[in-house]
Each structure stands twice: as C-alpha cells, then as structure tokens.
C-alpha cells in the first residue's frame, strides 16, 4: 500500500474520530451505554474488524468489562455520556489505584448547554478526583489523535486515560487524515499479581503510593508534550488560555491574540502557564462550565481573569467568547421560532399518560423518551432524577404518603432504562414490601439515544442474535406477583390495569409493550381523520400533543404523520375521528 492511500482523508465526526483512532491504536474491546453526544461512537467502532464491541446494560457494567479485557493485556475503549460517568465512578476510582495491562481509555461525552442532558456536570472534575491523566480534542483530527495517544499514555503511565469531548466535538465534522491501524501481536494472558489487582486495604495503601509518584511523572510529561502549546500571536498584550472546543472559538474571534492550547489538561504544566502568563500583559482563561482551570491558575499566583458568574451555566459559543473579552454582549438572537421536544406523531408512550393523567396519577418519571410526557398538553410526569430512579423514586413515595395517595403512585421506566438500572430498584421493592404500580413503557430499543439495541431486544451492537430478555420475567423471578403485559394502543386495558393496581397493596407491574413506531417497519394501513361537519371544536383531540394534528379549528390531520394508532379517535367524544385504510 503506497503512503497515499495509507493516509487518505475524510469527512468524520468527532464521535467517527475516537472510533477510528481507537481502531488505529489496535483496540481489541470497544464498550459502551448509549447517550447522546456519545451514542455514535460504538457503532462507528463496531464496523471494524477484529473489535469485539458490546453495549452493555449500563456504565459501570461496561468499564468493569473493559477492566477484565485490559488486565488480560487488550486495549480498551469505554465510550458514555458525562452523566454515565457518575454511574460508572466506582470502578473508576479503584482503577486508578490498580493502573491497567493493556491500555484504557474512557471517552466522558460532556454536554455543555443541557441540549439532551439533565444537567450539564463538569467532568474535568472527574480526571482530578480519580487522579488520571486527561485529554481534551478541539475538532475530529484531535479527536482521533487523542485517543490514539491515550493508549499510548495508559500503558505509559500504568493508569486509565480520560478524553473529555463536548457536544460540538462529538457532533461536527471536519476533515480528518487516517491511517492504518497499528500492527499489534499480542497474545492476550491474565497473569497473576494480587497486589496491583486485588484492591484490600493493604495492597490499597500501597498502590495510593504509586499513584501519587505517578501523577508526578504526569506532570512532567505535561511539561513536554507539544500537546499542550503556545501559538503566538501579533498581539502580545493579550494572551488566551484555554482547551477543547473554545479553542476554535478564540482563534475565530481573536485571531491575533496568543493562546496557550491545553490538549493535555490535567495534570497541569504549570511551569509553561507561568511562562506564558509573565510574557503578556492581559491574560484571559476561558472554559465551559466551572472555572477548574482558572482556580488552579489564579492559585498558583498568577494574575488572570475569567468568565462572569453569568457565563459559569451553558454552553459558550464565538459571541460569548468575545463577550468575556471585550465586555460587549453580542449573542445573536435565533430568528427562526423554537420548537419544542415532542413525541412522534403515533408514540406507542403516549396513551399511558393520556390515561395517566385522567386519573390523576402520582407518576415518578425516568430517561428516554417518555420523559418528554413532562410537557403540555400531556402534563403527567412529577419527578425525574436518573437512569433509573423513578421505580426508587416510587417506594420512598409509598412509605410516607396515606394509602389514597399511596395507591395512586405509578412509576413509569422504559426498557432500556430498566436494564440499565431499574431492576435493583424493583428488587428493593419487592424487599421492602413496598406498594404502587411500576409501568415499563417497552417500545423495543433504545429509542431516545437513536435506536440501539438492548438485553431485550435480542441482537447485539455486532448484528448477532442472542437471548431477549423480557422484563415481566426478571420482575415474576424477584417476587412480583401482578403483571400484566398489554399493547399500548389498548387505552381501556390500560386504564384497567391502572385500576386494579390502585386496589392491591402490593407491588404490581404493567409491561406496555409494542415496536416503536421509528422502528416498526410494517406498513401503515390506517390514518385518522377528522369529519368536520361531527367536529364540535372542543379541542380534546389536542390534549394528546400529537404533531400530527393541527391547531386549525376543525383540526386537520396529516395524513403523512399519522400511523393510525387510535388515540385520537378514543379521545373524541362526539365520534367525529375516525381511522380509515389508506
């Protein structure tokens, strides 16, 4: 093969990148939990040959097997979304003591601005709680580099390697040069060592030795590496400290200015910061989130300036670099109107909170899709905190409400989610002896993130077949004796499961299960539509928030939306919907 061809260019995401860096880098075991913005890396991994990629049930399922497969020598990737982090932080932090065999990498996809997220957390703060060394790309080549080089820095250094990526890094696409992947023999071996394995507190003790030893190599390393480097400007009064994504923001709206580009994040290379800082007058530190950074600086005495208490939430964008600067708000308003998230025209989610809601349920919500029953018109969900709490959520209801109330608390969760983190909390149930319904809202996938599969779907990330796992059977094996499992465009079943639910004292589990209509592939052979002359304009159809329906008075319904699903024609009261073939 001529260099040519062997370094050819193209079109990658930043998602696309890390698989692809990480296939160069000769990964063996790529492991993940979709969430956005990190959901397109495993996929773009499992197209390679010779990966063996998994999803797993939740985060800290897939580092604890990328853990297995590097202690045995192989390279690893671990791909979540910031949140993911927190579920996946308890071996994270015992990894950091134990160091790896063959290289770790973990991709935390951090979502600046909350654009699918419930909360916009820092994870910067992660690489310096675990004591790890941490990488942050500006763009998909960086991307791909990065992640080839923190294989290289984990086997170096005997630790697990952090790259942190933003929504803007994962989503956009900028060129990138590729390679061929790195010939790597190995012949992949566990050998036996309990004292770096085997975290008990004396071997524990020791380990915290070396990584306090290690992370002063880090340091100087941090010094060295042309990752993190100076880029001077024409003007030397001003100098720009920064990392990630904001790099291509400063260099856009300051174009003459000095930056000092941190790829290589943490630990710092304090020495090459106080250099910078002494040879410019006017020394500014922009980051997203929390000002890590500019603590760490301004505590080593150096005199720079940050971000407003203001700019410390959401994402930063070109106009509010400049504004951080230059004291000029400049953010553009958007002229085109916003649109808010809604369930597509025929969600198989939808009844339950029609029903939900017209009997006045107590509803602890969860993640994915249905949590978007929050919003007007629907209006049913109460609580949302994490992948899986609203079934933990529903027992603390249960232990202090009076039974009225008591008996009206559902906790809704989708398949997905409760593979993820859901069945210890229907367990703890079932324990506890506790009561109210918990509705698994089973549309087949993982919808929310875009479409991946799951323990119940019955097919792997790599396209093979392998066992369904029915949620109904895990909740009959732990103790739960009413379960009942009907097609959600059922709306009186649905209402009469709800009932009887409401007259046990005991757990009870409803399985509302059908293929999401995204995935559904059958052909639709019924669309509804409005008779004009029955319609009496009150308005019950648009209580659904089916985008399929107008506004219009009489509603109009598109016919290239709806897939016939029936819930509007249950709604109308006066018979003026109906669902006809096509």
Not at 49 to 71: D, I, M, Q, T, Y
Not at 156 to 180: G, L, N, W
Not at 436 to 441: E, S, Y
């Amino acid at each position: 093969m001529t260099e040519q061809s062997s370094r050819q260019k193209v079109f990658l995401s930043g998602n696309e990148a890390v698989a692809r860096g990480a296939y160069e880098a000769g990964v063996a075991v790529g492991t993940a939990y979709p969430g956005t913005p990190s959901s397109e890396i495993s996929p773009a991994l499992a197209m390679y040959p010779g990966v063996n990629v998994e999803w797993s049930v939740n985060e800290k399922v897939a580092l604890e097997v990328a853990c297995g497969a590097c202690f045995c020598g192989a390279r690893t990737l671990v791909a979540m979304k910031h949140v993911g982090v927190n579920v996946a932080s308890d071996p994270l932090l015992t990894l950091s003591l134990i160091g790896v065999r063959g290289g770790l990498v973990l991709i935390s996809a951090d979502d600046p601005g909350m654009h699918s997220s419930q909360n916009e957390q820092d994870n910067r703060i992660y690489a310096r709680f675990a004591k790890i060394p941490m990488l942050e790309p500006s763009d998909s080549q960086e991307s791909k580099d990065f992640t080839k080089l923190a294989f290289t820095l984990s086997e170096q250094f005997d630790t697990p390697v952090m790259v942190r990526m933003t929504t803007r890094v994962c989503h956009a696409k900028t060129i990138v040069e590729i390679e061929e992947p790195e010939k790597i023999e190995r012949e992949y071996s566990f050998e036996k060592d309990t004292q770096k394995f085997v975290m008990i507190p004396a071997y524990a003790r020791k380990r915290h030795v070396i990584v306090e030893a290690r992370l002063k190599k880090l340091e100087n390393f941090s010094e060295d590496t042309t990752l993190n480097r100076i880029e001077q400007g024409a003007d030397n009064s001003l100098g720009i400290i920064c990392s990630g994504i904001v790099y291509q923001y400063v260099k856009e709206m300051f174009p003459s200015a000095s930056v000092l580009k941190l790829g290589f994040s943490y630990p710092l290379c304090k020495n090459k910061i106080r250099s910078f800082c002494q040879s410019h007058k006017e020394v500014y530190v922009i980051e997203e989130l929390e000002p890590l950074l500019y603590n760490d600086i301004k505590a080593m005495g150096l005199n720079v300036k940050g971000k407003t208490d203001k700019l410390v939430t959401g994402e930063l964008t070109p106009n509010r670099v400049r504004e951080i600067i230059t004291g000029e708000s400049s953010d553009i308003v958007p002229s085109a109107p916003g649109r808010p998230p809604v369930m597509c025209a025929g969600c198989i989610h939808r009844g339950a909170f029609v029903t939900l809601k017209k009997l006045k349920m107590i509803v602890t919500g969860d993640i994915g899709c249905y949590t978007l029953g929050t919003l007007p018109p629907l209006s049913a969900l109460d609580t949302c905190v994490c992948m899986g709490a609203s079934i933990g959520a529903m027992l603390g209801m249960t232990k202090v409400l009076s039974k009225e109330q008591r008996n009206k608390v559902v906790a809704v969760i989708g398949d997905s989610t409760f593979f993820h983190s859901g069945i210890t909390g229907l367990i703890d149930v079932v324990y506890n002896k506790g009561a109210g319904t918990v509705m698994i809202l089973d549309n087949r996938t993982t919808a929310m993130t875009g479409q991946q599969d799951h323990p119940g779907t019955g097919m792997t990330i790599m396209s093979e077949p392998t066992e369904s796992i029915l949620p109904e059977k895990i909740a009959e094996a732990v103790g739960v004796k009413m379960i009942k499992v009907i097609d959600p465009y059922d709306i009186p079943a649905i209402e009469d499961a709800l009932r009887e639910s409401m007259n046990t004292d005991e757990v009870s589990l409803i399985v509302l299960r059908r293929v999401c209509v995204l995935k559904d592939k059958t052909v639709k052979r019924l669309v509804a539509q409005v008779e004009p002359s029955l319609c009496v304009q009150c308005k019950q159809c648009l209580t659904i928030g089916c985008p399929a329906i107008s506004s219009d008075m009489p509603p109009k319904i598109d016919m290239h939306l709806c897939n016939g699903c029936g819930l509007c024609v249950h709604v109308c009261k006066v018979g003026a919907i109906t669902c006809k073939e096509r």
